[in-house]
């Protein structure tokens, strides 16, 4: 290998790399921006593994674009996805590894209740026709807190690892 080869391998890693952060990034955007066809765009077509614990596993991007129609798309749900921490291994020219941390804080208007998560991502991502797209995703919940406003004072539902179900269901927010 050339010092020029070695130069274009290095400068090809770091713009994978770069792209694959872009991605998450505007996955993340898309979600807090209720927008669906860009949360879609964002994985693989086919074949997907999409397991959001509580919320669902999911083998096509469909599928995870209609729930998150049905239970995230409304006015008096106002999210705020924050992804830290990337930790990206590329694995081969068109695979790629990566885990994130993310903070998640919601407000439901209509329900006057607060919910923040701690969570992380283990992702792997494919390069289809030169671009990066999800192509399995795995969020696990690390921290809860769920707080209830409706007397006109934080009052704590929860706080620990994960809620149970009647404190922090996905359904009953919709």
């Known amino acids: 290998m050339t010092a020029m080869d070695h130069l274009e391998a290095r400068l090809r890693r770091l713009e994978d790399m770069d792209a694959i952060r872009s991605l998450k990034a505007r996955y993340f955007f898309c979600c807090d921006r209720k927008d669906p066809q ?5 994985f693989m077509p086919g074949q997907v593994l999409i397991d959001y614990g509580r ?3 999911f083998s096509e991007r469909d599928q995870l674009v209609d729930v998150f129609e049905r239970l995230g798309c409304h006015d008096h749900i106002v999210e705020m996805h ?14 790629a590894r990566g885990t994130w941390g993310l903070f998640y804080y919601l407000i439901n208007t209509r329900d006057r209740v607060i919910t923040q998560l701690g969570a992380y991502y283990d992702d792997e991502y494919r390069k289809l026709d030169g671009v990066w797209k999800i ?3 795995r969020c696990v919940v690390t921290s809860t807190l769920a707080m209830d406003l ?7 539902l929860f706080a ?4 149970p179900a009647l ?6 927010q919709a």
């Open 82 to 95: 924050h992804g830290a921490n990337p930790q990206i291994s590329l694995v081969d020219d068109t695979t």
């Open 135 to 137: 192509a399995a995703t």
């Open 150 to 156: 409706a007397d006109g004072m934080a009052k704590i």
């Open 55 to 57: 919320i669902g596993v």
């Open 160 to 163: 620990g690892r994960n809620a």
């Open 167 to 172: 404190v922090d269901d996905p359904v009953n």
């Open 38 to 42: 860009g949360v879609r765009d964002c």
